[in-house]
């Protein structure tokens, strides 16, 4: 099994930054995609950003230009950094991974930005 451990969520003032970080552990043969999804109350997870093994990405609509990930393939590490923050990036975000072949999730550490 693979398991994800996200760290960096917290509360930040509209404006601001967060950089949140999340690590794949365990029995890993490989992983081809890294991301980030959120989920607001009474919404559906939607996604944030995805990067694969060779470093291309992709972004949601909302935020483009202000979100970046990354991501150390030999620390099996993915990074996402939120600049420009807004009330309503405010949300429980999860991280992802395509590892094995198979949809591994973390247990979701939550970001609120206050205005």
């Known amino acids: 099994q693979v398991q994800l451990v996200e760290s960096g969520g917290g509360l930040v003032q509209a404006g601001g930054s967060l950089r949140l970080s999340c690590a794949a552990s365990g029995r890993i043969f490989s992983i081809n995609v890294m991301g980030w999804y959120r989920q607001s109350p009474g919404k559906q997870r939607e996604l944030v950003a995805a990067i694969t093994s060779g470093g291309r990405t992709n972004y949601g609509d909302s935020v483009k230009g202000r979100f970046t990930i990354s991501r150390d393939n030999a620390k099996n590490v993915v990074y996402l950094q939120m600049d420009s923050l807004k009330p309503e990036d405010t949300a429980v975000y999860y991280c992802?991974?395509?590892?094995?072949?198979?949809?591994?999730w973390g247990q979701g550490t939550q970001v609120t930005v206050s205005s």
């Open positions: 992802y991974a395509d590892a094995n072949r198979g949809d591994y």
